[in-house]
């Protein structure tokens, strides 16, 4: 039985399918999409869509796996589900398919919440909640909370490292001396790093880069062919704090 092979679309096609929140492409899609830094600055800076970060299959299929691997560690004799809760969501589109891909895997296993304070006033494609980060915290006392693109010189690690009931937070995007958070509250870097402990350490909260998934990422601020400005991190707090 002859098979007919699938076209690879276009860059422009390709782009087009991109300005769909629904669309979830490969990395590989991403990278054959621009040809040039104005097509990539005119995308990804558009005033009625913009992107942050070029989420993609692999990147959310690893995300997803790690996610589960810490089901595991924090419910491993529990009933209740783990709740997963994301700041600042955007549209949704991190927790939509963070969700898809982990009820496949554990099904049943994480209540993941979008939720969104709606100072950018952005189209909603996905279910997602119009709380602010404090009001997020106060209601759903999760387990895990995850923050895209924290605003520039903005940081609410403070805040959440306040609720007894996270166990972990998880930051995408510029890290240390980057466009997100603050350099200094948020990372622990900038010009008190060599006089104190970094805040999130001073609470008794420890860092570590996850590099594979970092590997996978591709943001605004990079440029066609030059992806490694965007990272995920996590900040676990001490076992012995737990």
């Known amino acids: 039985m002859s098979h007919r092979l699938k076209r690879k679309l276009t860059p422009k096609e390709l782009r087009e399918k991109l300005c769909d929140p629904r669309f979830l492409p490969t990395h590989e899609q991403v990278v054959r999409s621009f040809g040039s830094w104005e097509q990539w600055r005119n995308f990804c800076f558009n005033r009625d869509n913009p992107v942050f970060e070029f989420l993609n299959q692999e990147y959310l299929e690893a995300f997803a796996g790690y996610l589960v691997n810490r089901i595991d560690e924090l419910r491993e004799n529990e009933k209740n589900p783990l709740t997963i809760l994301e700041l600042g969501a955007g549209n949704g589109k991190l927790s939509h398919f963070l969700r898809v891909k ?84 948020t990372w622990g870097c900038g010009k008190n790093k060599n006089e104190q402990k970094p805040p999130y350490a001073s609470d008794g909260f420890q860092r570590k880069d996850l590099d594979n998934l970092s590997a996978m990422q591709i943001c605004r601020t990079d440029e066609p062919g030059e992806y490694h400005h965007s990272k995920t991190v996590s900040f676990k707090r001490r076992q012995d704090l737990m």
């Open 102 to 185: 982990i009820d496949k895997k554990k099904p049943k296993k994480t209540v993941i919440i979008a939720t969104e304070p709606g100072e950018w006033n952005l189209r909603n494609y996905f279910k997602l909640e119009k709380l602010d980060h404090l009001e997020a915290l106060r209601k759903y006392s999760p387990d895990i909370v995850i923050f895209s693109w924290m605003p520039y010189k903005k940081d609410v690690t403070n805040d959440i490292r306040k609720f007894d009931s996270v166990k972990e937070y998880i930051l995408i995007g510029e890290t240390d001396g980057g466009c997100c958070g603050d350099e200094w509250g």
